[in-house]
């Protein structure tokens, strides 16, 4: 079972999103914070004890921002899943870029967060297909920090398949199985797409593909 800490100062969703996680037997919610502040404090006295942090990306004293730099400068290496609503794409783009593994919706139904969840606890990028084109939309009026790179290589067909799959929150097992390789091979050809895009993680490697228009 993959055990969550919860983060959102919205009480009421809060207490919304642990009942629909409650109807599942995949997840069970460890703790609930109000800000990145406490999620933080939480975190630090309570080491091991989550597989996966849901947080909200707008919140008062920590937002999810600056709650995901202060995770990765402290080495708290829990993947992190950022739930927003359409208005919040340039913020967003700033959290993937900042380390947070996906994204949902706030109205997802129980099962695409439950699979979200499990596709990022397996190591995997969510992008929520729902909302992808809107924030293709809003990629382009935003100022990359991707510029000092040239443009990518072009990739092969085999190579736009992984990086849909890689989107899709797909781990590398998962895609070696959906295209009938060994892990193995999977792994040196998503570390080869890494290079090509010039990017040095999945998630980076998916937003630099939608930066482009590329999936």
């Known amino acids: 079972m993959i055990k969550l800490l919860l983060v959102d100062d919205q009480q009421l969703l809060r207490q ?17 914070a109000n800000d990145g ?3 933080l404090n939480w975190l630090q006295t ?3 004890t989550v597989d996966v942090v849901l947080m909200d990306i707008r919140m008062p004293r920590m937002d999810g921002i600056q709650t995901l730099t202060a995770m990765a400068e402290q080495g708290i290496n829990i993947p992190a899943i950022i739930l927003t609503t ?10 993937l870029k900042a380390g947070a593994k996906g994204y949902l919706l706030k109205d997802v139904s129980l099962e695409v967060l439950v699979a979200g969840i499990q596709a990022v606890h397996r ?16 990629l382009k009026g935003l100022k990359s920090d991707f510029e000092h790179y040239q443009q990518p290589e072009a990739l092969s067909d085999k190579e736009m398949e992984i990086l849909r799959l890689m989107a899709a929150g797909c781990s590398n ?27 040095r ?15």
């Open 123 to 138: 190591g995997g990028t969510l992008i929520q297909p729902a909302i992808t084109s809107t924030l293709i939309d809003s």
């Open 37 to 39: 502040e406490q999620a």
């Open 173 to 199: 097992k998962e895609i070696a199985q959906s295209l009938f390789k060994s892990e193995g091979t999977v792994k040196n050809q998503v570390s080869n797409l890494l290079s090509k895009l010039g990017v």
């Open 16 to 32: 919304g999103i642990a009942s629909l996680l409650g109807l599942s037997d995949k997840v069970q919610l460890m703790a609930q």
């Open 201 to 215: 993680d999945r998630t980076r490697a998916v937003l630099r593909a939608i930066e482009q228009g590329l999936i």
């Open 86 to 95: 359409f208005d919040d794409h340039e913020l967003l783009i700033q959290a």
């Open 46 to 48: 309570h080491p091991d």
